[in-house]
């Protein structure tokens, strides 16, 4: 293991975590819903809850937009930037959209919009974490995993500048 890194949770709670977050989204999943999860760093998260949804014989259609705003940095650079879009038509189906981390919103908040403006009937925002310092209220994300503090996190396909996607636990750098 990297001597660099605290961990914040291990594989086996994460795993726990995840099917207590299906358990909370199953009601809200009736009818036709595409999940979107945003490249990259949602990816391990989004198989995990895909996995644990098949539970509830809940069967969502998938598909992913990579979005952009940390780039090679540990900050937000405020500005969003598509990579790629989603390939498959949203309109009137409900959408779960998926990311790893919230916690300025502008991310979320963005492709949200995305999806409403191309015909979502609804689009309810997940992530794996979310920070103490994220907006509340209105702006807040619709369900989340885990309260994760305010350090800057790897592993669970969250990185520094590419490196510890790979890890099994969701990590903090020291």
């Not at 991310?107 to 309810?124: D, I, M, P, W």
Request: charged share 25%; glycine share 8%.
């Amino acid at each position: 293991m990297p001597t660099d890194l605290d961990i914040i949770l291990s594989e086996a709670d994460l795993g726990q975590r995840i099917e207590d977050l299906a358990a909370r989204l199953a009601p809200r999943l009736s009818g036709e819903w595409t999940i979107v999860s945003i490249l990259i760093g949602a990816m391990p998260f989004t198989t995990d809850l895909m996995k644990a949804l098949t539970k509830f014989d809940i069967h969502p259609r998938l598909d992913v937009m990579w979005l952009e705003s940390y780039g090679e940095a540990r900050t937000s650079s405020g500005r969003i930037v598509v990579r790629a879009d989603i390939a498959r038509p949203v309109a009137g189906e409900g959408v779960l959209l998926l990311d790893d981390v919230f916690d300025t919103g502008r991310t979320l908040s963005f492709a949200r919009n995305h999806l409403l403006a191309k015909g979502a009937r609804e689009v309810l925002t997940c992530t794996l974490v979310r920070k103490p310092k994220a907006p509340v209220g209105t702006n807040d994300v619709d369900f989340h995993a885990i309260d994760a503090p305010e350090r800057f996190l790897v592993g669970y396909g969250m990185d520094d500048a590419g490196r510890f996607r790979g890890l099994p636990f969701l990590g903090a750098l020291k």
